[in-house]
T-cell receptor, first 114, second 109 residues
Framework: DAGVIQSPRHEVTEMGQEVTLRCKPI?????LFWYRQTMMRGLELLIY????????DSGMPEDRFSAKMPNASFSTLKIQPSEPRDSAVYFC????????????FGNGTRLTVT | QKEVEQDPGPLSVPEGAIVSLNCTYS??????FMWYRQYSRKGPELLMY????GNKEDGRFTAQVDKSSKYISLFIRDSQPSDSATYLC?????????FGQGTRLTINP
C-alpha cells in the first residue's frame, strides 16, 4: 500500500498567484480530509469528503480556498489568489468507513507564499 | 477554552527515561482516543488507538484513558533517540476528529 500521496512536496509562490495542491487517497478509503498545520494553530481541518461529496467545509478560511474531488482517487485544494498568511503545511488524509477508523496522513505540501 | 488541551512543550529527557505525555478534554461525547507521532517534515502517523476508558499497551508504549477525569496519557518506557518527534493526541465522538496542539519531545543520547 503506497499510502496517501501528496504533490508537490514543496511550493513557493508569489502573493496573488494561484496554487493547486493534489492528493491521492488510499484505495478503498471513503473519506478524504484536508488539514492545514501551523506552529500557532496546530492542525486545522479545512474540509472533508465522503464518497467524493463535500460534507463539511466550515473550516475553509475564506472564498479564496476551494476543494474538489472529481473521483475516488484524486482531490485538489486550490488557493486563488494566494496570500503570505496562507504559508503552512497542508496535509491530506483518508480513512475507510467506520466512525472510529483512524486517519492516514500524507507527508504534506509545504507552501510558502512570498 | 479549547476542546482538547495539550502542553506543547518542548520536552527534553535523557535516553532510557520514562516519558509521560498528557491531554485533557472537555467534550464528554468523545469515545475514540488516539495518539499520533509526527517526525519532522512528515505527516502524522497513528501510534496508539483506544476506544473508551482503560489501558492499552504496545511494546514500549502504553495509552491510558480516564473518561471520568477527561484525561488521557501516553507513556513511553526505555525512551530512545528515535522516539524524538511531536506527539499529538486526537479524539472523536460522533463528529469530527479533534487534535491537540502536539508536544515536541526530544530524547537525548
Amino acid at each position: 500500500d503506497a499510502g496517501v500521496i501528496q504533490s508537490p512536496r514543496h511550493e513557493v509562490t508569489e502573493m496573488g498567484q494561484e496554487v493547486t495542491l493534489r492528493c491521492k487517497p488510499i484505495s478503498g478509503h471513503d473519506y478524504l480530509f484536508w488539514y492545514r498545520q501551523t506552529m500557532m494553530r496546530g492542525l486545522e481541518l479545512l474540509i472533508y469528503f465522503n464518497n467524493n461529496v463535500p460534507i463539511d467545509d466550515s473550516g475553509m478560511p475564506e472564498d479564496r480556498f476551494s476543494a474538489k474531488m472529481p473521483n475516488a482517487s484524486f482531490s485538489t485544494l486550490k488557493i486563488q489568489p494566494s496570500e503570505p498568511r496562507d504559508s503552512a503545511v497542508y496535509f491530506c488524509a483518508s480513512r475507510p468507513q467506520g466512525s472510529g477508523s483512524p486517519l492516514h496522513f500524507g507527508n504534506g505540501t509545504r507552501l510558502t507564499v512570498t | 477554552q479549547k476542546e482538547v488541551e495539550q502542553d506543547p512543550g518542548p520536552l527534553s529527557v535523557p535516553e532510557g527515561a520514562i516519558v509521560s505525555l498528557n491531554c485533557t478534554y472537555s467534550n464528554s461525547a468523545f469515545q475514540y482516543f488516539m495518539w499520533y507521532r509526527q517526525y519532522s517534515r512528515k505527516g502524522p502517523e497513528l501510534l496508539m488507538y483506544t476506544y473508551s476508558s482503560g489501558n492499552k499497551e504496545d511494546g514500549r508504549f502504553t495509552a491510558q484513558v480516564d473518561k471520568s477525569s477527561k484525561y488521557i496519557s501516553l507513556f513511553i518506557r526505555d525512551s530512545q533517540p528515535s522516539d524524538s518527534a511531536t506527539y499529538l493526541c486526537a479524539m472523536k465522538g460522533a463528529q469530527k476528529l479533534v487534535f491537540g496542539q502536539g508536544t515536541r519531545l526530544t530524547i537525548n543520547p
